[in-house]
């Protein structure tokens, strides 16, 4: 039976993918970890662990006989250009911290990188799996080594890494963290709001995207994977759906009339999506290990907007 920590658990991704570990292998199995502190009413397992602490990873793994590793601490695209130096030390730093203790404890290892590991030299449009990898961002560059460094434990160690490059990952729960493809949640919120929502990308920047019940599936999915089957093991293309800022409002505007975008373009946001693929070709992860998405745009922008109503409490 597997016991798994999650770290980074309180993100975007991981508030998500815990509850899900935990229906799916019990909920003491399951053990999220975080530099913060979980709100209230929050049952299961916790511990407070900073991932580039390595005594601290090494305890939580040995106390709790883990044998799985979700490792989700990072710092994001957006985050990271402000703060290049510390997103090189939480991203790289934390990576080595779980591959060494996954190493010495025999655990297995999945690390999502993202399309952030794509640069502006990379063909944009169907994305290869395997292709020029030359990001000018910081996270990019975090991303890049890590799945790198992933492969070596791999091949140079024997430690079961696996990961899939997500896009940006559209959700109703936690708060996005950072990303440059936030706008297409907070665009959710605004429209059923405020009926109004001011864009900080361009109306035509394409990028790909996947509604987060996707993302957790893909997560599971590589980890369940026949090992023997997995040829690239970490960091496959992954996608659902692709859109721009004006394609996701026109979808929106199907169910809320009235709804207007408008656009006052951030540029350090805009370089970073500009040096980012259109479209991912994920024929790999489907050839390996299954990947097949549910969710297109129309029906997640149906369930965002179903659950956000709720949520919010608000009537569209
Ligand atoms: N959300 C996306 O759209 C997206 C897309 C591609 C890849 N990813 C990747 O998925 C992973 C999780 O992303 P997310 O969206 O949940 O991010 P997030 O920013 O929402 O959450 C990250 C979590 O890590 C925690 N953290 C920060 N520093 C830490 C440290 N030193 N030790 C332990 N925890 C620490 C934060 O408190 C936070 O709860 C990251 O590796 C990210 O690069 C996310």
Redesign the pocket.
């Known amino acids: 039976m597997e016991k798994i920590l999650v ?8 508030s998500e993918l815990v509850p899900i570990l935990r229906e799916r292998y019990g909920v003491d199995r399951v053990v999220a ?4 502190m979980p709100p209230r009413g929050d049952d299961g397992p916790f511990e407070f ?4 602490n390595p005594r601290q990873v090494q305890d939580v793994v040995q106390r709790h006989s883990i044998d799985t590793i979700y490792h ?5 695209s957006a985050i990271a250009e402000q703060k290049p130096q510390v997103a090189w030390e ?1 991203n790289m730093g ?1 990576l080595y911290q779980v591959l060494e203790v996954a190493r010495r404890n025999r655990c297995a290892v999945f ?6 590991a794509f640069g502006p030299s990379t063909p944009k449009d169907d994305t290869p799996q395997d292709t020029l990898q030359r990001p000018t961002t910081m ?1 990019g560059v975090t ?1 890049v080594a890590g799945e790198l460094l992933c492969d070596y434990y791999h091949h140079r160690f024997g430690v079961d890494t696996r990961g899939v ?5 559209i959700s109703h729960g ?1 708060p ?4 440059t ?1 936030d706008y297409a949640v907070e665009i959710f919120y605004e429209a059923i709001r405020h009926r109004h929502y001011t864009c900080f990308l361009k109306p035509d920047s394409r990028l790909d995207m996947m509604y987060m019940p996707d993302a957790m599936k893909a997560a599971i999915e590589v980890m369940e994977a026949d090992t023997g089957r997995l040829v690239h093991r970490n960091a496959f293309n992954v996608t659902a759906m692709n859109f721009t800022p004006e394609e996701i409002a026109a979808e929106i505007r199907r169910h809320i009339p009235g709804f207007v975008i408008d656009y006052k373009v951030d540029r350090v946001r805009q370089a970073i999506a500009d040096s980012w693929p259109h479209s991912l070709d994920d024929s790999a992860a489907r050839e390996e290990w299954g990947w097949q998405p549910t969710f297109d745009l129309a029906s997640m922008t149906r369930d965002m907007l179903e659950n956000l109503e709720r949520k919010l409490q608000v009537d569209i």
């Open positions: 770290t980074g658990a309180l993100g975007q991704i991981g970890s975080d530099v913060r662990v900073d991932g580039t989700l601490a990072a710092l994001l939480i934390s690390v999502p990188s993202s399309i952030g996270y991303k490059r997500f896009p940006g990952i936690a996005p963290g950072g990303g493809t």
